[in-house]
């Protein structure tokens, strides 16, 4: 049986552990060297040597994991990092004429299959002690629609352009006016038209190390649509945006193919994932081990099947259970008392103007909110937190308030275990165990990847002492399995410490999926903003989409949110009738 080992040795802490864990191998009783330990005091395994026996993993304290593979795996990766490290096992393939997307959960190799197509990667079919070299994949592909789909690579005759996925590391890398960078990289005389897609015209003049993350993933999309290209691969494209610009962007990707024109994608959002892909390929694997590629599927039975856990036409069964989107469950113990109250109020901050309607939160609840980016939430959330006053109407009382922000940022760099202190001491079981939060207690902050960070800033706001909890974008860098997770981490948590917490989000399926009522923001960005709600989720989701002009219908087989397609029978029917939500 084909078998993978991974180490990674940052984790073993002495010299002894890895001794300790050398004596456990029942190979190395046998007076073979199937663990080893390498002049530099690395933790080795010898895969040829080892048998699965899953001995040494338990000691190893999460740094070792053994896989045994499907026997018809017994082949070269296309990618490996190096001894005892990562292997990817296959490739997406882009098709003309059509956006394609991959989803997975992190870890699995995303990123790394779509460098490998963007030629940022040199594959190495798992010789990685020799340099990779691309030429290897038409022979690894030999007899394979992929061959052509190299072969053309190679003889220049397939140009791909590729946007990175951290797009808040370009202004490190690249510097200069917004304005500048465009027009050099702007192959195809498409400035004018890009600029006004993108909604860039009014931060032309703007230099990079100024835009905000949104701002950045447009001028970034931009750049890379501005180039002669015929596959176009788009990492996490809509991380930073809101609702509407990411139905925006969802139309601009489907603009940019043609015959001779391909998108290539990662997406987390899976309703906008299913807005704009036309085919899925499903990566799935273990993270941190190894990744697969699935053969591509139209994106609504890729995405079901995904859900499903099991690839039928491979029978492959990628995770033990299924996800289903089952009716939200009300609280237990839902009451009807009044956490705070607020008059008709208004902030002027100069530039930019701020109207609340008048409104109530209960508690026990948890209140999503959705608006574009800019439109006052946060200055909302300050306002009911008593740290800045009003121009004119009051609230009943103040409030005691923690907030994880939008943007996270380290103040002081320090171990997990005892940043979360505090949370370890009385959450252990509500929030530590379920968000996975231990194999991270040994990092320093500064260590921490963007997805485990995020869950860290989670745990921290959740265990403060407060009346009402504002998480702004807790969903950002998590992916699908992830966000889905952590609703059901928060409505356990609202449940049994009877607290409320304001989700702000763009994922519309997470905050459908987690929110009980929803207060609904609408102006215009950096100039005026007004707070409406919270109102039911009906009443609240209808008002939202109706500004998007969108409507959403339930997946007959998931029950899954899935927008309909523009003036489809349904969304004719649906906004008929003022219903933009589905019917529950
Ligand atoms: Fe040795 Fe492999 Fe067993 Fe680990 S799993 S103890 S390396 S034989």
């Not at 050099?184 to 006004?196: M, R």
């Not at 202190?421 to 009385?426: D, E, Q, Y």
Request: hydrophobic share 35%; net charge positive; glycine share 8%.
């Amino acid at each position: 049986m084909p078998r993978i080992a991974i180490v990674d040795n940052e984790k073993l802490k002495s010299i002894e552990q890895k001794l300790q864990i050398q004596k456990i191998c029942p190979v190395n009783k046998t007076g073979q060297e199937c663990i080893g330990i390498d002049p530099a005091g690395k933790l080795t395994i010898d895969e040829g040597l080892c048998t699965g026996c899953g001995l040494c993993v338990k000691p190893g304290n999460g740094a070792i994991q053994i896989i045994n593979l499907p026997e018809e795996w017994n082949k070269k990766p296309v990618h490996r990092y190096g001894e005892n490290r990562f292997c990817l096992y296959s490739l997406p393939a882009p098709s003309y004429g059509n956006v394609v997307g991959l989803v997975g959960i992190n870890g699995v190799g995303k990123s790394t299959a779509i460098k490998v197509l963007a030629r940022m990667i040199k594959p190495n079919l798992g010789d990685y002690e020799k340099e990779g070299n691309f030429d290897l994949l038409l022979d690894y592909f030999k007899g394979t629609e992929a061959q052509a789909f190299f072969q053309k690579l190679k003889e220049g005759k397939v140009k791909i352009s590729y946007k990175p996925q951290q797009v808040e590391l370009i202004p490190k890398s690249t510097k200069g006016k917004v304005r500048d960078l465009l027009k050099k990289v702007d192959e195809k005389n498409l400035f004018e038209k890009i600029v006004e897609e993108l909604d860039l015209k009014n931060i032309l003049d703007r230099e990079l190390t100024q835009l905000s993350g949104g701002e950045l993933q447009r001028v970034a999309i931009a750049a890379s649509a501005l180039k002669k290209a015929n596959v176009y691969i788009f990492d996490e494209p809509t991380s930073y945006l809101d609702i509407k610009q990411r139905i925006n962007i969802s139309k601009f990707m489907k603009g940019l193919v043609d015959e001779n024109t391909s998108v290539l994608l990662v997406e987390h959002d899976l309703i906008i994932l299913d807005y704009m892909t036309e085919f899925i390929h499903i990566m799935y694997g273990t993270a941190g081990a190894y990744g697969v590629v699935s053969k591509a599927k139209p994106s609504k039975n890729g995405i079901n099947t995904y859900l499903s856990g099991y690839i039928r036409d491979e029978n492959m069964r990628f995770r033990p259970y299924e996800i289903k989107f089952l009716p939200r469950q009300p609280f237990v113990e839902k009451t009807n008392i009044e956490l705070v109250c607020w008059d008709d109020l208004s902030k002027d901050l100069g530039d930019f103007k701020l109207k609340i309607d008048a409104g109530k939160l209960y508690k026990h609840r948890v209140i999503g909110v959705l608006g574009e980016n800019g439109i006052g939430k946060t200055t909302f959330v300050k306002i009911i937190a008593g740290k800045l006053k009003t121009d004119k109407g009051n609230i009943n009382q103040q409030l005691k308030v923690s907030y994880k922000p939008q943007y996270l940022e380290i103040e002081e760099d320090e171990l997990v275990e005892f940043f979360l202190a505090n949370a370890i001491a009385k959450y252990k079981t509500q929030l530590i165990t379920p968000l996975h939060l231990e194999q991270t207690f040994t990092k320093m902050l500064s260590q921490l990847s963007g997805g485990e960070l995020q869950r860290v800033m989670i745990a921290k706001c959740l265990s403060e002492n407060a009346e009402l909890y504002l998480l702004d974008e807790p969903s950002a860098y998590l992916d699908i399995e992830q966000r889905l997770a952590l609703s059901k981490i928060v409505r356990d948590f609202v449940e049994q410490k009877g607290a409320s917490i304001l989700v702000v989000d763009h994922d519309l399926l997470f905050i459908d999926y987690i929110s009980d009522d929803l207060m609904v923001f609408e102006g215009l960005p950096a100039k005026e903003g007004s707070a409406k709600g919270p109102f039911n989720m009906r009443q609240g989701m209808n008002r939202f989409l109706k500004h998007l002009q969108i409507t959403l219908r339930k997946d007959i087989e998931t029950h899954r949110p899935r927008i309909n397609k523009v003036d489809s029978v349904l969304d004719r029917e649906q906004k008929r009738k003022n219903e933009y939500y589905y019917a529950n």
